[in-house]
């Protein structure tokens, strides 16, 4: 997982709405420091940093260093931000900076006159977006410390609203006190508030625990990332080795066949699964059984449907050709390259075809831990299935096609056969189509397990799941789940609807190393 994780680091400075005087925001002044865990192996350091300057203006600094091992190879990345406000608590500007091995992806954010000028920087494009100004104030960024300092009871809720300029948008959430324990820290019996906040729109949940001074010892997100209270000279001693790779995956017991000309396939998931993971449609179905969840797949023939000509006029896809900061794909060059990869054809399915085809044959495979966009990919044409999935969607929106990011599972045979998280793409040829470059598959293999679709917020809310999920591979035999689910919808009749939540509006694209 890449961008996804990413969203896990960010929530750790995700904070909540209270009220504060100065002199219990002057009590968090200081510097402190945090060794970063990954599935309980340390992966980095942080540090975080409150200060006034000479303004009277507050200065909240986060700053994250990982290391990751990936397929062998160790990948370092650092998130930055840092959030300034005026001395009346008005949040003033953000300066973030996501730096990989490949690239610093940069986002300015300055608030004037009720709005915020976003200036984004990513794979050298620059790209300036006008909101209007967030709600944010300089107790939202401490809010954790500010609160404990307050005494909250057991039950007591706050909402809070903090702007992300990484998915260039203002997220919401709430924040309740759970449970109240006694430690001993520096010899000193303390008060410790535990905290659990959920975040708007990623269905992901967070905890921590803070002491009555208003200090945080730890901060823990979906049960993967952690932030622990440690000094300095211990918090920056990583020696993170564990694959991210092999140790997120599901591996099975029983080989699959073929796996990438596999036309059906049944399985069992057991694990954090809910109702945030199930996708049913044309290509999948999953019902529940007691405990687990039954998943059946299968390939589809895109052929068979009625052909769509350019230029596409469906109003309820229109949000899916939209350039964002990650997919930038009004941009000349990826225009260009579409262009000339489609050449005078204009049914948006053989496009596809030529699109998915020209970004396998052309992108060079690698792990990475980068933050993907389309241009950068188009420059250096080297990355995993991010880099592929994510180009594939840049030049198919270029060419005028709607499409979107998937992520999930797919099976990898090999010394540790199993289902690793990966992500491709869905193109919209009349109906949504599956494709996954990565593979050269037009149609993907009964092997691809989805789990989310679409924006980063979609994505993020299968964080639970990383590291967590087993599998195990069914005989193809049983109930017809697609036929059963016909069934259903013809006795339901033609005026029925079916149930299922809502997509929103993309944010910055994000996905997954596969």
Known sequence: MKKALLVMAAMTTLTSLCAADSGALDALLGENWYGVYMNGQKAGY??????????????????????????????????????????????????????????????????????????????????????????????????????????????????????????????????????????VLNGVPTKVYHVRTAIDLMAIDSRSFVAETGLTLEDEVAGILTQRLEAEEIAKDVSYSNDVIVSNAALVETPVADPRNRERLRLALRGPVNENHLFNDDRQRVVSRGDHHEFLSRRIDPDALAPVLLPVTEESVARHLKPTAFIQSDHPKLVEKAR??????????????????????????????????????????????????????????????????????????????????????????????????????????ATHVKLAEGDLYRQARIIPIIGNLKIEVLPDEGPDLFAEAEAAAAAAGPDATGAGEPEPEEAAPAGNGG
Request: charged share 25%; hydrophobic share 40%; aromatic share 8%.
């Open 46 to 183: 942080s540090t975080s940093r409150v200060s006034r300057d000479e303004q009277g203006r507050v200065h909240v600094v986060e700053d994250a260093k990982f290391q990751v091992a990936m397929s062998g190879a160790r990948q370092d990345m650092r998130i930055f931000s840092e959030r300034i406000y005026a001395p009346d608590g008005a949040l003033l500007e953000i300066i973030s900076e996501v730096v990989d091995p490949a690239q610093v992806s940069r986002f300015h954010a300055m608030v004037s006159d009720g709005e915020l000028l976003l200036q984004s920087t990513v794979g050298g494009a620059v790209k300036e977006t006008t909101l209007p100004a967030p709600t944010e104030t300089v107790n939202d960024a401490l809010h954790l410390g500010l609160w404990a300092r307050g005494t909250p009871q057991v039950g007591d809720v706050i909402n809070f609203s903090v702007f992300e300029p990484l998915y260039e948008q203002e997220v919401a959430g709430v924040s309740r006190v759970v449970g109240v324990e006694e430690r």
């Open 340 to 445: 000339e990869i489609a050449g005078e054809e204009k049914n948006t399915l053989e496009i596809s075809r030529k699109l998915c085809k020209w970004v396998h044959d052309n992108v060079r495979s690698s792990f990475s831990a980068r933050l993907s966009n389309a241009l950068e990919v188009l420059e250096h044409r080297e990355g995993d299935c991010t880099e592929h999935s994510v180009l594939f969607i840049g030049l198919a929106r270029a060419a005028g096609i709607p499409s979107r990011e998937v992520a999930g599972l797919i099976y990898i045979g090999g010394a540790q056969p199993g289902f690793y998280f990966h992500q491709w793409a869905s193109v919209w040829v009349g109906q949504w189509v599956d494709m996954d470059p990565t593979f050269d598959q037009p149609a993907v293999d």
